[in-house]
């Protein structure tokens, strides 16, 4: 047998042999819903909402958390705003006749960057759940009663949840959230997640604690962050505790969004490199796998299709290695065009895969910042 194609078939057998392997651990555990001894509670909350330029949709997010089936009178808004547009004004006049929520507006002199600003409102903060929303996104009206009675178990300190429908109807995006609450679930029955999400996370507020100023993975950092402080901070996902979230289903546009949050996730697991093989499974098989997952496999994806195009071209024909590559660039405009159908959670894999590949680059370049720009589109199909 051509040593190419011996080389071919080993890489693609390494790259999912872990995947392979968390397939089989699924099957044997079963995980389902939340691992938390959920009680009922009804703590006073601090909900965190972080502004920038939002005058287009502030007032629908703030109808959004006045509709949420909770009593107002225990629960205060920390509004941290850098806008250059009337947000700061429209949210004063949101408020100006309500007595509840409490209200609580820091704005900003100068744009500093999301870590920054999410450190002074989780500073201001003053009760004892605190809430992490973002501005274009819509939350059921059970979330918080859902949060809280996860962290009415004492082991456990932070919870995130599930986007049950992608704003502007995004295939793409579905099937890989799809995927990934699978993954999730089955980390938090292990021991704890790994990515906390932007549009709805809750934390106990004595957990919490300062993230690095220039993180791009803000949410995702105070979890892990949180977890280290020890076994009873579990940081867990449960797919009852629900929000929705715009995103784009074609190819370029998802860049943009997805390269920055891999960035950040990447850079992340590198620099708490040293919790791996401690903190239970968290540290032995959930940071592992997410080091797979979001370094080294996507290396080896681009490797294995390299290698697969080498081997077709000598074992087959020389235009075989073409047709490879032909196919994999149908399989890519079909994808974004979400006209693969039940093969569109595998595309989705894909395209995060080649999301984090670019993002690993751009950090060995020195890219990235703690800033964050509005995409128009995506605040559109909020809108609607």
């Known amino acids: ?18 995947y392979v392997a968390f397939g089989v651990l699924y099957a044997v555990v079963r995980p389902s819903g939340s691992p938390a001894a959920k009680e009922p509670a009804e703590p006073e909350v601090s909900i965190v909402l972080p502004t920038y330029n939002e005058s287009g949709i502030v007032e629908q997010k703030l109808e959004d958390v006045l509709a949420l089936d909770y009593p107002m009178e225990k629960v ?28 609580n507006l820091i704005e900003e002199e100068e744009r500093r960057g999301l870590a920054p600003a999410l450190n002074d409102a989780y500073a201001a903060a003053k009760h004892e759940m605190v809430v992490k929303t973002d501005c274009d996104s819509l939350l059921p009206p059970d979330v918080l009663r859902e949060a809280a009675a996860n962290l009415a178990d004492p082991d456990v300190a932070a919870v995130t949840g599930t986007n049950v429908e992608v704003l502007g109807g995004s295939d793409v995006e579905s099937g890989y959230r799809g995927v990934q609450s699978h993954i999730q679930t089955m980390e938090s029955h292990l021991d704890s997640t790994f990515i906390f999400h932007g549009p709805f996370s809750a934390f106990e507020n004595d957990a919490i604690t300062p993230i690095d100023p220039n993180s791009l993975a803000d949410d995702t950092e105070l979890a892990l962050r949180i977890r280290r402080r020890g076994d009873d901070h579990r940081v867990v996902f449960d797919p009852d505790v629900q ?11 998802r860049r ?3 390269d920055r949050r891999g960035m950040g996730l990447i ?6 490199r040293d919790a791996l093989g401690g903190y239970g499974a968290y540290g032995r098989v959930v940071l592992p796998f997410n080091w797979w997952f979001m370094i080294a496999s996507p290396w080896l994806v681009m490797l294995d299709v390299l290698l697969v195009a080498a081997a077709a071209s000598v074992a087959v024909h020389p235009a075989a290695g073409v047709g490879v590559l032909a196919a994999l660039g149908a399989f890519t405009a079909l994808g974004s065009r979400e006209r ?9 894999l894909f395209d995060t895969q080649v999301s984090l590949f670019r993002a690993s680059i751009e950090l060995l370049r020195g890219k990235g ?3 964050w720009e509005v995409d128009e589109e995506l605040r559109e199909a909020f809108e609607n």
């Open 1 to 18: 047998m051509n040593w190419l194609v011996v080389t071919a078939a080993v890489a693609v057998a390494v790259t999912f042999a872990p």
């Open 267 to 272: 850079r992340l697991l590198v620099q708490h």
């Open 243 to 253: 929000y929705k979230e715009a995103s784009h289903s074609a190819f370029r546009k």
């Open 256 to 258: 943009t969004q997805k």
């Open 340 to 348: 693969l159908g039940p093969l569109s959670p595998l595309y989705s």
């Open 76 to 103: 205060e808004l920390v509004v941290v705003d850098s806008s250059e547009d009337e947000t700061p004004d429209l949210i004063r006049e949101f408020f100006a006749d309500r007595e509840h929520p409490e209200l």
């Open 369 to 371: 910042d703690g800033t």
